[in-house]
């Protein structure tokens, strides 16, 4: 990777540039094992005289060997930096850093993995510390402060999601498609564990399970859903102080439906609390001899009754 201020004028701190070069290089890979397949199949087709019945041409969707591909690519390096951001990986060195045992902060130096293990995912700014702001930072370490801007919206404009923004378009797929893809990749026995609160997306967040242990489910429920449920207090009331000043009927309107979205969300995180207190107090401890499946169904289908009303199942994590 190229210094800041050296004559390339910052194309190698571009990851437009570093898919550019990779996009050479397996498209290389490509052609070059597609011309050896095909050379075989001459040679067998001459050894055996079929040269009336076959061709030795090969099409490209049977050559063995992944050519390039933009969306796949940008989502696998979204991947790669949470990755990073729970401490599976570093960038210090290639491959796997940590897949249990014990956990040493000093091993991580140019990037620190969060210290919880908890990366919270919201459809909104409110912290600072969510996991869209730490792929930010991530990207900023990788590429440099002064390609940032150009480095975001590469991104955003491969994963293609919604948004009038980068960051916006980057929030979304977090929020809605990167554990959908995470757990397609893994063969629906994930790595990554997406605690959950529901359609209303009141609650989200990530942990690794490599590093899971008995206060993990404490910890996202003290300091991580809780601290959401305050944050969605305070942007109701909010709208309130906004619908008693003077606004136009059209700004009334949005901040009304805004309030709507908000108050079903902090229903359902409500529900979600009760849920994972349960689960909490029991400090559920993991056999990953067990395997994923296993593991994972410790934490659904928990009974929640309210007053009045029928008991309800909650799933903790993401379905698989």
Not at 42 to 59: A, H, K, N, S
Not at 60 to 86: E, H, N, P, W
Not at 172 to 192: E, G, M, Q, S, W
């Amino acid at each position: 990777m190229a210094n800041k201020g050296d004559d390339t004028g910052g194309w190698e701190n571009k990851i437009e540039k570093t898919y550019a070069d990779w996009e050479k290089h397996s498209d290389f890979q490509f052609l070059k094992l597609k011309a050896n397949e095909e050379e075989l199949n001459r040679i067998f087709i001459e050894i055996y005289g079929l040269q009336d019945e076959l061709t030795p041409e090969v099409e490209d969707k049977d050559v063995t060997i992944r050519k390039a591909d933009l969306q796949r690519d940008m989502k696998s390096f979204v991947s790669y930096a949470v990755g990073c951001m729970l401490g599976r990986y570093r960038l210090d060195v290639d491959g796997l850093a940590y897949a249990g045992g014990a956990w040493d902060d000093s091993n991580y130096k140019t990037f620190i993995p969060d210290k919880d293990n908890v990366l919270p995912i919201t459809d909104d700014e409110y912290f600072d510390d969510d996991i869209v702001a730490r792929f930010v930072n991530f990207v900023k370490v990788v590429y440099g402060e002064d390609t940032l801007e150009e480095n975001l919206d590469f991104i955003a404009n491969a994963l293609g999601n919604r948004g009038s923004t980068s960051r916006e378009i980057i929030r979304n797929y977090f929020l809605r498609d990167f554990y959908k893809d995470h757990v397609k990749i893994y063969k629906k026995r994930p790595i990554y564990w997406l605690f959950d609160s529901g359609k209303e997306n009141g609650f989200k967040a990530l942990i690794y399970l490599h590093r899971y242990n008995e206060d993990t489910v404490g910890r996202v429920r003290t300091d991580y859903l809780h601290r959401m449920q305050a944050a969605l207090e305070d942007a109701i009331a909010h709208c309130d102080v906004v619908l008693e000043s003077n606004v136009s009927g059209s700004e009334k309107a949005k901040v009304v439906k805004k309030k709507e979205k908000l108050v079903k969300q902090l229903a359902e995180t409500c529900i979600y609390d009760q849920a994972i207190a349960h689960v909490a107090h029991q400090r559920i401890p993991l056999d990953l001899d067990d395997g994923v499946k296993v593991n994972y169904a410790k934490f659904q289908g928990v009974i929640v009754s309210s007053e009045g009303k029928k008991p309800v199942k909650v799933d903790l994590l993401g379905k698989i």
